[in-house]
C-alpha cells in the first residue's frame, strides 16, 4: 500500500492519505439503532469515524484502563451480548475501566477513508483521550478479529502508547476471501462495500435463523444450546445473537482496498511491508508482552494461519494461548467467560501464565 489511493476511486481522493471528516451536527445520526445496551456506558469521545465508548468498573478496585477494538463490518455489541457472556463485564468486575472502539458506519463520503484515517487519525485520539482521562501513558489494547489487526498495525506505530497486547482470532497470514482485483472492483461500482454483501459472505453459515441455536450449540462448544431451557439464561441468547448477526454496516471503500488488497490480500502486513501514511507497520516495533489467543475449532480464521505472530514481533513474551471453542466461542461461550477472559484480565494486570485450562 501506498499514500496514493488507486485511480478507479473519485478525483477528489487522490491526495494521498484522506482527512476524516471533521465531528459534525450530523455525526450522532450516523450511529446503527443497536438494541439497548447489556451494559451502561458513556461517550468519551466521538469523532467522524468512531465513537469512544466508556464503561466504569464494578467495587472499590480501579486498575488500568483497558481498550477494545472490534471490528468494522458487525456491530460491536457482540462483546456484551447478554449479562453472563459479556467481555466488556469480565474485565468490569476485575475493576478494569473498559473502554470500547465503536466504529460508526461510513457515510458516502467516508468511501475514501483507509487505514490512516482509522488508525493514525481516530484510533489515536481515541487513545489520547484515555491517556489524558485515566492519567496513564500507555495503554492495554485487546483487539478481536480484524479489530485484532487494527489493534497490531496502532502498536507497531505507536509502540510507546502500548502496555500490554492481547489479540484474539487474529487473520495473520490469511489470504482474504477476494483476490484485490475483486476489491477494487467492488469499491469502483459501490464506493463502499455494501452491508449485503458483506452479510452474504460472513452469514451463510446460519442462513437459516431457525438453525441458530444448532449453530451456537456447535460453535461454543455447549450441546445444551439448541434446546435451552425454558427461563434460562441460555434461552436469551440466541435472539440476541440473531440481532448482532444482522448488524453488519458497509465497509469504507479505501480501508476495503488497504486490508482486503494490500495488508492481506499482497501479503504485506504479516511481511511488515505495510504502510500506512508513509510509515511502515513494522512489527519488529512491538516490544511490549504480547498473548494471541486463538481458537481451536476456528473456521472463520483457522488456528494455523495466527501461530507465526508471535515470531515476527520484537517482544521477548510474546505468547501463544489455544483455547478449545469455534471463532465465536472466544467470546460468547461459557468456558471462555468461566476461565478464559478471567485469566486474560489477569494477565493484564501483569500476572498469569500463557496458558489456561479450556477443558
Known amino acids: 500500500m501506498n499514500n496514493e489511493p488507486a485511480d478507479h476511486l473519485p478525483p477528489d481522493t487522490r491526495r494521498g492519505p484522506a482527512t476524516a471528516r471533521a465531528n459534525t451536527d450530523d455525526a450522532p445520526s450516523r450511529a446503527p439503532a443497536d438494541p439497548r445496551p447489556t451494559t451502561p456506558f458513556d461517550i468519551a469521545y466521538e469523532g467522524a469515524l468512531l465513537r469512544l465508548r466508556h464503561y466504569e468498573p464494578e467495587g472499590a478496585r480501579r486498575g488500568p484502563p483497558v ?3 472490534y471490528s468494522f ?34 457515510s458516502r463520503a467516508d468511501a475514501q477513508c483507509g487505514l490512516y484515517d482509522y488508525v493514525e487519525r481516530e484510533l489515536a485520539i481515541a487513545v489520547e483521550r484515555i491517556q489524558r482521562r485515566e492519567r496513564v501513558k500507555r495503554v492495554r489494547l485487546v483487539g478481536c478479529c480484524l479489530g485484532a489487526f487494527v489493534a497490531t498495525v496502532y502498536a507497531a506505530l505507536h509502540p510507546k502508547n502500548v502496555e500490554r497486547l492481547v489479540v484474539c482470532a487474529l487473520p495473520f497470514e490469511s489470504k482474504p476471501p477476494i483476490v484485490p482485483a475483486m476489491a477494487e472492483h467492488l469499491t469502483r461500482v459501490y464506493g463502499n462495500v455494501p452491508a449485503w454483501w458483506i452479510r452474504a459472505g460472513l452469514n451463510k453459515r446460519v442462513a437459516d435463523p431457525s438453525r441458530i441455536p444448532a449453530f451456537l450449540a456447535t460453535e461454543l462448544a455447549e ?47 504479516a511481511a511488515s511491508r505495510l504502510i500506512v501514511g508513509g510509515r511502515p507497520v513494522a512489527l519488529a516495533r512491538i516490544r511490549c508482552p504480547v498473548l494471541n489467543i486463538c481458537a481451536e475449532h476456528d473456521k472463520l480464521v483457522p488456528v494455523e494461519d495466527s501461530l507465526a505472530f508471535g515470531k515476527h514481533l520484537g517482544s521477548r513474551a510474546a505468547s501463544n494461548l489455544v483455547f478449545a471453542c469455534g471463532h465465536l466461542g472466544l467470546m460468547l461461550s461459557r468456558p471462555a467467560h468461566a476461565q478464559l477472559w478471567p485469566h486474560v484480565a489477569k494477565w493484564l494486570d501483569g500476572g498469569g501464565e500463557a496458558s489456561v485450562d479450556a477443558a
Do not use: C, T
Not at 456491530?75 to 447478554?82: A, E, G, K
Not at 469480565?90 to 475493576?95: A, E, I, Y
Not at 454496516?249 to 492481506?264: E, H, K, N, S, T
Open 67 to 69: 481498550l477494545l477494538v
Open 73 to 106: 463490518f458487525k456491530r460491536p455489541f457482540l462483546l456484551d451480548l447478554v449479562p453472563e457472556r459479556s467481555v466488556v463485564r469480565s474485565f468490569l468486575r476485575q475493576g478494569f475501566p473498559v473502554y470500547l472502539a465503536d466504529w460508526l458506519p461510513p
Open 223 to 269: 450441546p445444551e444450546l439448541e434446546h435451552p431451557a425454558d427461563g434460562s439464561e441460555a434461552n436469551a441468547l440466541a435472539p440476541a445473537f440473531e440481532e448482532w448477526l444482522d448488524s453488519d454496516v458497509p465497509f469504507a471503500g479505501r480501508l476495503f482496498l488497504d486490508i482486503m488488497g494490500d495488508a492481506y490480500g499482497r501479503g504485506q502486513f
